[in-house]
């Protein structure tokens, strides 16, 4: 089956730390996008890529970093500048080949300092 | 900047009864808009998207509607199941770009 597989579902980073959380895709999918979700809040948006080796910034990009090498990889990396980083991270994909076509997501990781 | 509000935040209601879940946004200049299903600890599952031209979409007990001019859209869940219970939310995707903004969600239970 097609779908988004996030890992790992559980993740701690330590003081000064940078991690890194996998996100894969195997829709063909050109567009993926990263959300952070705290409680009470809204997904809101880190970065998003339209296209292999192209990414924009979202509105909260400070503190995380990202890459495109591959149509079906975009992992995130939240470094040791990120001063706040527990919260739930999803990743998404959608195919904007098609005209109003849904987002798919994953499964989310879920980040906590130790 | 887009602004999506969705209101309650919580709703609690006895198995059965059909129910109206609120999103307002505040630019109408949008592409589509989506409801999804988020269960605790999970990601988001697609129910149902509309158009920009549509007013409403169906699917089983799930119907949404859109009243762009005025920056709403509503879920209506018909005869309610405690399988129900989950959070929902909505999310606009603009004419302007290729972004998409969410509301922070409405936490239903539907007690058996």
């Known amino acids: 089956d097609g779908g988004i597989t996030q890992s790992p579902k559980y993740l701690f980073r330590k003081e000064g730390q940078n991690v890194t959380l996998s996100c894969e895709q195997n829709?063909?999918?050109?567009?993926m996008y990263w959300y952070r979700q705290d409680p009470g809040q809204g997904l809101r948006l880190i970065y998003y890529?339209?296209?292999?080796?192209?990414?924009q910034k979202g509105d909260i990009a400070e503190g995380y970093s990202v890459s495109r090498e591959k149509k079906e990889s975009f992992p995130l990396t939240v470094t040791s500048a990120q001063k706040n980083p527990t919260a739930f991270y999803l990743c998404?994909?959608?195919?904007?080949?098609?005209?109003?076509?849904?987002?798919?997501f994953g499964d989310g990781t879920r980040l906590s300092i130790l | 900047k887009q602004e999506v509000t969705q209101i309650p935040a919580a709703l609690s209601v006895p198995e059965g009864e059909n129910l109206v879940l609120n999103c307002s946004f505040t630019?109408?200049?949008?592409?589509?808009l989506q409801w999804f299903r988020q269960d605790p600890g999970k990601g988001l599952t697609s129910l149902l998207l509309?158009?920009?031209?549509?007013r409403e979409q169906t699917s089983g007990r799930l119907n949404a509607s859109l009243d762009k001019s005025s920056g709403r859209s509503t879920l209506y869940i018909a005869a309610s199941q405690p399988g129900d219970s989950a959070t929902y939310l909505c999310?606009?995707?603009?004419?302007?770009?290729?972004?998409?903004?969410f509301g922070t969600g409405t936490s239903l239970t539907v007690i058996p």
């Open positions: 999310a606009v995707c603009s004419n302007t770009g290729n972004q998409f903004y």
């Open positions: 630019d109408s200049a949008i592409y589509n």
């Open positions: 829709l063909n999918h050109d567009a």
């Open positions: 890529s339209q296209i292999v080796n192209d990414f």
């Open positions: 998404a994909s959608i195919n904007w080949a098609g005209p109003h076509q849904p987002q798919h």
């Open positions: 509309i158009q920009s031209s549509q």
